[in-house]
């Protein structure tokens, strides 16, 4: 009897991506709104393995469809970077409050002078402020610094992929 083996690299957190999944990817970078049969006459594929391929991209949470707002255009809406120096339990106490934050469009870890950066999007300076007491008063919090962007010139979400 032989056993069937899985020879490829994918596994459900890594799944495989191919150049033509990538060339998916980058169509809809630029229009999230493409239809399949656009995409699929623009790198010449049948449009029932972009509608499979879209799928699987989808459910595998590889991608995410949706829109993003230009803070520049919406009057009631403002934007603050806030990058944070914190304590190893912060990763246990406050990160999950963070990220269920409806206000927080971006977090994540990084190198450097602090751990966390985030991107908070504000109705007001007493809203802003509010939640800069909100984490200073955290005790995994040791440090914080706060820029508001003032005018964006480009934002570019998400980064693009490169194909080697």
């Known amino acids: 009897m032989t056993i ?14 191919d150049s033509l999944d990538l060339k998916i990817i980058e169509l809809l970078q630029h229009n999230g709104r493409i239809p399949y049969r656009d995409i699929a006459r623009s790198i010449n594929a049948p449009e029932a393995t972009v509608r ?6 989808l459910d595998d949470g590889v991608i995410t469809i949706s829109a993003f707002i230009n803070t520049g255009k919406v009057r009631h809406e403002q ?7 914190v304590k190893p ?5 406050t990160l999950d409050q963070l990220t269920d934050m409806e206000s927080i469009s971006y977090l994540s870890a ?17 809203d802003l402020l509010a939640f800069i007491n909100w984490l200073k008063q955290k005790e995994v919090v040791t440090d914080l610094k706060s820029r508001n962007i003032l005018k964006i ?12």
Not at 4 to 17: A, G, K
Not at 89 to 93: D, H, I, P, V
Request: proline share 5%; no cysteine.
């Open 153 to 164: 010139y480009k934002a570019q979400y998400p980064a693009r992929v490169s194909q080697e």
């Open 79 to 85: 934007v603050a970077y806030i990058e944070i120096k």
């Open 4 to 17: 069937p083996v899985n020879t490829t690299t994918e596994t459900l957190d890594n799944p495989e991506i």
């Open 52 to 57: 499979y391929r879209m799928k699987r991209l």
């Open 110 to 126: 990084v190198t450097g002078e602090f751990d966390i950066m985030l991107e908070y999007i504000y109705k007001d300076n007493e």
């Open 89 to 93: 339990a912060f990763f246990e106490t």
